[in-house]
């Protein structure tokens, strides 16, 4: 059975901890990575032309890294990652771990529709993930001086590989969302940028 990586904030293959235990259990089964991004209508709707341009550049960016198998598919996640997985009959989605409030909500509930396949969250968008480093009582940090101290102290992991070879999964696309136009100048997208 194939492995869904939901990709999100982490559109590149390098440093991509999530990716590779994807491509790891694909493996194991002798398998398949679905590499999937999901157009949420109300993320896409709340955003201005530079973002939603800088984002669909880098999406054809990630399709061209991934041959061309990016599988990008508009709806709520909460309905279209469990539709996907049924469509593959996935053994689990594989997701870089979200901590704030409104990826927490849409994790809870894509994993709730997802029922009997696991949401397998792998590492964090920061360097240190959030709730990691705590005082000597074991509380948040209120104060910079101190967390960054025992932020230096921890210090953080090596960039995770990136995947030799990726037996990446065919599917329908609805291809990657047309730029909108913008009269931002606008850095190159994608992961060699």
């Given at each position: 059975m194939p492995t869904i990586h939901w990709f999100r904030r982490d559109l590149r293959l390098a440093d991509n901890p999530s990716l590779v235990a994807a491509v790891e259990a694909a493996r194991r089964a002798d398998d398949e990575v679905v590499a999937l991004f999901v157009v949420d209508p109300t993320l896409w709707s709340a955003a201005g032309a530079p973002r939603l341009a800088y984002l669909a550049r880098s999406l054809r960016a990630l399709d061209e890294a991934t041959d061309g198998r990016l599988v990008v598919r508009r709806g709520r996640p909460a309905d279209v990652v469990p539709a996907v997985a049924r469509e593959v009959e996935a053994s689990a989605v594989h997701v870089t771990a979200a901590t704030?409030?409104?990826?927490?909500?849409?994790?809870?509930?894509?994993?709730?529709?997802?029922?009997?396949?696991?949401?397998?969250?792998?590492?964090?968008?920061?360097?240190?993930?959030?709730?990691?480093?705590?005082?000597?009582?074991?509380?948040?940090?209120?104060?910079?001086?101190?967390?960054?101290?025992?932020?230096?102290?921890?210090?953080?992991?090596?960039?995770?590989?990136?995947?030799?070879?990726?037996?990446?999964?065919?599917?329908?696309?609805?291809?990657?969302?047309?730029?909108?136009?913008t009269d931002v100048d606008l850095p190159r997208a994608g992961e060699a940028a």
């Open positions: 704030e409030p409104f990826g927490r909500r849409r994790d809870d509930a894509v994993e709730r529709a997802l029922g009997d396949v696991p949401l397998v969250p792998t590492g964090s968008p920061y360097a240190v993930a959030p709730g990691r480093l705590r005082t000597g009582k074991g509380t948040p940090f209120e104060v910079f001086t101190p967390f960054r101290r025992a932020w230096l102290d921890h210090g953080w992991s090596a960039p995770a590989p990136r995947p030799r070879s990726v037996p990446w999964a065919s599917l329908p696309s609805d291809g990657p969302p047309a730029a909108p136009g």
